[in-house]
């Protein structure tokens, strides 16, 4: 029961990934909807197999509108140094939306 279980979630984690990519070459063709579409039926398979998100669903997916995010044609990417961090600010291009990453800096590179 638990190997099958696993094998769903492999599957589901699969498919999904294909279907980010369809959704990829979508928004290259300006298909924004079928983008969206991909993304949702991907979506919604891994919550039915009750995997986790790969991390491109998480990174380069807009949570708002379930756009596929591309720098220059989706999305804009900022890059804002402090002493402490580099933030990268996502900005959805189609509703707005806003996702800021922060990252630490390494010590190492930490100017005095
Ligand atoms: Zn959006």
């Known amino acids: ?56 669903y998480r990174r380069m997916v807009c949570k708002k509108c379930l756009i596929p995010l591309i720098p220059g044609l989706t999305c804009r990417v900022r890059v804002r140094r402090n002493r402490k961090y580099i933030i990268v600010t996502k900005t959805c291009l189609a509703c707005g939306w806003v996702r800021r990453i922060p990252c630490p800096r390494k010590p190492e590179n930490l100017e005095k």
């Open 1 to 56: 029961m638990r190997g099958r279980k696993k094998l769903i979630k492999d599957l589901a984690r699969q498919r999904a990934r294909i279907l980010l990519n369809e959704a990829f070459n979508a928004v290259k063709r300006g298909e924004y909807p079928l983008a969206r579409r991909y993304v949702s039926l991907g979506l919604k398979l891994l919550r039915k197999a009750g995997a986790r998100k790969p991390l491109p």
